[in-house]
């Protein structure tokens, strides 16, 4: 983009980090505003962390001001965790960015925050999860707080944890509590359980509080409960806390009632 004449200079004085930064999260025109910066005061900018990170969390113009920062000074440029997870959560062009920065660098970190914002984007972390684990050669160990929180997720828990379960590079312990956050999944609650339990040599247990949380829920509880007393049914125990919660349940549990008192 050519500029007849460095009229930036006149009207100001300093190009401050804050006014990169508000460029690179400009979502309308960002991209024309960083490249007029670059052009015409481009010595005196710095490519902070902060302004990295905001280009890669902006849905709209987001690949194309990374593309031009790593072009023009891509020295300078830190892949930071908060970049990456910028990066993953962006349900617009995140997809993008992650093979744009994944190009320009031999690996990228995968931690836990990196996990949970590609669990949250609804749109395409799942796909973003893919890609990272497959430019990685060593093992990714998911922690339990992440897997338990990927269970319970009911908009896209299901699809991470297929993805997850599903690469021998990942490393993910099912827990008592994330079988337990399955059980309460009130959307896909039902699919994840079925992923867990056809886990072979995983070890899973069904405790008192897996039970109880399938039966107080609200929505797949029924159907949960019944996948449950198939695959599990001689180590169920119906307790009065599982007794109490189906009893509480105002949709599913006359179901509910009605499953344990013919599979017990």
Request: with cysteine; proline share 1%; net charge neutral.
């Amino acid at each position: 983009m050519a500029f007849s004449r460095p009229w930036l200079r006149e009207v100001c004085a300093k190009i401050t980090d804050e006014v990169v930064q508000a460029a690179a999260e400009n979502r309308s025109c960002g991209i024309r505003i960083m490249e007029l910066l670059l052009a015409q005061r481009g010595a005196e900018i710095k490519i902070t962390d902060e302004v990295v990170q905001a280009a890669a969390g902006n849905q709209s113009c987001g690949i194309r001001i990374l593309k031009l920062l790593l072009t023009q000074r891509g020295a300078e440029i830190k892949i930071t965790d908060e970049v990456v997870q910028a990066a993953v959560g962006n349900q617009s062009c995140g997809i993008r960015i992650i093979k744009l920065l994944l190009a320009q660098r031999e690996e990228i970190k995968i931690t836990d925050e990196v996990v949970q914002a590609a669990a949250g984007n609804r749109s395409c972390g799942a796909r973003i999860m893919e890609l990272l684990i497959n430019s990685r050669g060593s093992k990714i160990k998911i922690t339990d707080e992440v897997a338990s929180a990927i269970a319970g997720d009911i908009y896209y828990g299901a699809k991470m944890m297929e993805v997850l379960l599903n690469q021998p590079e990942v490393e993910i312990k099912i827990t008592p509590e994330v079988v337990q956050a399955a059980a309460g999944n009130i959307s896909s609650g039902a699919r994840i359980m079925k992923l867990l339990l056809n886990l072979e040599g995983a070890g899973i247990k069904i405790t008192d509080e897996v039970v109880s949380a399938a039966a107080g829920n609200q929505s797949s509880g029924a159907k949960i409960m019944e996948i449950l007393l198939d695959q599990r049914g001689a180590e169920i125990k119906v307790t009065d806390k599982v007794v109490q919660a189906a009893a509480g349940n105002k949709y599913r549990g006359v179901k509910i009632m009605e499953l344990l008192r013919d599979r017990t």
